[in-house]
């Protein structure tokens, strides 16, 4: 189903976006390691080569700037001749309190979480509107649906990617790019490693399913939205939370 086609994950030196990328890999996809982490980025696209035999390669971008992910969308398709699949997931994390929240830190987490994905989508529909093909995957997070206290920055980014995904639906429909959105819920990543120890507790607490998520499950809803068997469904936004933000 993947095999011959390229995968271009953006924030993909680790964490969830290297799960992302291993799961395309598994099923022979082609696939792009991109990361403002250059060296493991490289690191991580080599040892996708190796231990699954496809052609991975790292490409250096910082999401937040328009001309890296040209040049990323470029070289995905001059190095392995096509552009099919784009999952724009590179994210970063600045919490504290509305009151107190650093205008910085509310800058920096818009332009890497929201803005990043506008820069995504734009270069990732050149290429894909001439090939009349895509499949665009905007990784949100149910902080975006719900909120989340001390991430005032963080939600709102990640809700301005929900309604940006449906925009981007509308307009790419009948060129045959189907634009979807995966919200997670908790999953155990460096990202939320870094969190207080009671605010995991309190996280965890939240979810019906009684367990954190891995990225593998993040990785696999992906997967499914960017296969055949997803070529009907455009504009979704699909809660991965163990029931966490159920509702919604
Ligand atoms: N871990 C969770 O529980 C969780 C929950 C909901 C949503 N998410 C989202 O999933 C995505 C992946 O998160 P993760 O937990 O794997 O985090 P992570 O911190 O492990 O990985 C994020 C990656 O993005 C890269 N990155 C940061 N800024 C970048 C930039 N400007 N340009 C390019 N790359 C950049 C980092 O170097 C890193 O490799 C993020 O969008 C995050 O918001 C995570």
Redesign the pocket.
Known sequence: MFENRTAVI????????RAIAEAFAEKKCNVVI????DV?AQKTADEIAKQYGVKAIAVA????KKEDCVKLADEAVKQLGSLDIWVN?????RDDLLMRMKEEDFDLVVN??LK?VFNGMQAASRPMLKARYGKIIN?????GLVGSPGQAN?ASA?AGVIAMTKTAAREFASRNITVNAV?????Q????GALKEEIQAELKKQIPLAKEGT?QDIARAVRFLASEDADFITGVILRVDGGMAIGM
């Open positions: 953006t924030g993909s030196a680790r964490g969830i976006g991109s990361d403002i982490q493991l971008a910082n999401v937040t997931n590179a994210g970063v994390i890497v979480n990043g990784i949100s997070s149910v902080a963080y990640k919200c997670p819920g908790y999953i990543t460096d990202m939320t990225p």
